[in-house]
């Protein structure tokens, strides 16, 4: 199971850190990743690692994924309002070889729960 945490209302240019809590198992050998996701719309790739990490244009250059042990991290930097929404962490035993298969989020077996951030001035 995976628990995220660490959302929050920031304003605009802040920055934020969340945490995805793994519960049994390590994020070695694994692929895992972010995804956020906005009333109305579908799930988006943030960004995830793995066999290689990735990040959506959108974020590239102000996240930053980390993991240690069963701990994964999205370092937010500079953030916008149109970072805001809920985000998720998700995982899947496999290893991904390919940015494709790393952005889509029908890949990923676990999913946490989700946390809000609120980009807002």
């Known amino acids: 199971q995976l628990q995220a945490s660490g959302g929050g209302l920031v304003q605009p240019g802040d920055s934020l850190r969340l945490s995805c809590a793994a519960s049994?198992?390590?994020?070695?050998?694994?692929?895992a990743g972010w995804f956020r996701q906005t009333p109305g719309k579908e799930r988006e790739f943030v960004g995830a690692?793995?066999?290689g990490t990735y990040y959506s244009d959108a974020v590239k250059g102000r996240f930053t994924i980390s993991t240690d042990n069963n701990k994964m991290y999205l370092q937010m930097n500079g953030l916008k309002p149109d970072d805001t929404g809920i985000y998720y962490c998700?995982?899947?035993?496999?290893?991904?070889?390919?940015?494709?298969?790393?952005?889509?989020?029908?890949?990923?077996?676990?999913w946490g729960q989700g946390t809000e951030v609120t980009v807002s001035s």
């Open positions: 690692t793995g066999r």
């Open positions: 998700a995982a899947d035993d496999r290893t991904f070889n390919s940015r494709y298969l790393f952005s889509q989020s029908k890949q990923y077996y676990y």
């Open positions: 049994g198992r390590t994020f070695s050998r694994v692929t």
